[in-house]
């Protein structure tokens, strides 16, 4: 288990919706990363956030946003929900935003989009 | 597109036989890493190997690079049912990217 905290754990929401999810970082960690995982397939990364600022965006369209915190605990915000968005939602933490460092993974929010 | 692509794509095994599991990419790495996945929760990360590097071991795990072939192989050892799993690869590109995963190997090892 690591230390990087998610919620909620799942999450039904309806299409149009829009929905918050929250993670919290490992002590000492600088970084998160979020990504979206459909059923089958590996993370697709959405964004990273060093030090309170947006360091990185995968191909994702703006109604993905994000913010960290001081504390660098991270928020994932998506607007208008379509049923392409159910998916597993991954946040994982780092050392630092190069690719050298080694993830924290959190347990994931799984969200359901009807 | 960069992602790494793992092969196979599953493998079932009998408990103490080895797996190995493969991992191409496209472009020029700085490192990979392989992670594990239990039942759709959080990845953990199992080992991180440098692009100039040729091999790494770590307990019953054993990782490989070829960057000539731009591919590197996890093999695990003396396999055991809590190794049931999915496997992924995921390459760092540029150092300021983020790491991009595979689809993974869906691993799983029979009593």
């Known amino acids: 288990e690591t230390g990087v905290t998610q919620s909620p754990t799942h999450l039904i929401k309806t299409r149009g919706q829009q929905v918050t999810l929250r993670c919290s970082s490992q002590?000492?960690?600088?970084?998160v990363s979020w990504y979206q995982q459909a059923l089958g397939q590996g993370p697709q990364f959405i964004f990273q956030?060093?030090?309170?600022?947006?360091?990185g965006r995968g191909n994702f369209p703006p109604r993905f946003s994000g913010l960290q915190f001081p504390n660098y605990s991270s928020e994932l915000n998506v607007n208008a929900l379509e049923l392409d968005d159910s998916a597993l939602y991954l946040c994982?933490?780092?050392?630092?935003?190069?690719?050298?460092?080694?993830?924290?993974f959190g347990p994931g929010t799984r969200l359901t989009v009807t | 597109s960069q992602q790494g692509e793992e092969d196979p794509q599953a493998l079932s095994i009998q408990e103490g036989e080895n797996a190995t599991m493969n991992c191409s990419y496209k472009?020029?790495?700085?490192?990979l890493q392989w992670y594990r996945q239990n039942s759709g929760r959080g990845l953990v990360h199992l080992i991180l190997?440098?692009?100039?590097?040729r091999e790494k071991h770590s307990g019953r795990l054993r990782v490989t690079l070829d960057t000539s072939k731009k591919s590197s192989s996890l093999l695990i050892t003396a396999s055991r049912a809590a190794d049931t799993a999915s496997y992924f690869c995921?390459?760092?590109?540029?150092?300021?990217?983020?790491?991009?995963f595979g689809k993974g190997t869906r691993l799983s090892v029979i009593a």
């Open positions: 995921a390459t760092d590109h540029s150092g300021n990217t983020p790491l991009v």
């Open positions: 956030y060093y030090r309170e600022e947006e360091n």
């Open positions: 472009t020029s790495i700085n490192n």
């Open positions: 190997i440098r692009s100039n590097e």
């Open positions: 002590s000492g960690h600088n970084t």
């Open positions: 994982a933490s780092s050392l630092g935003s190069q690719g050298h460092y080694e993830q924290y």
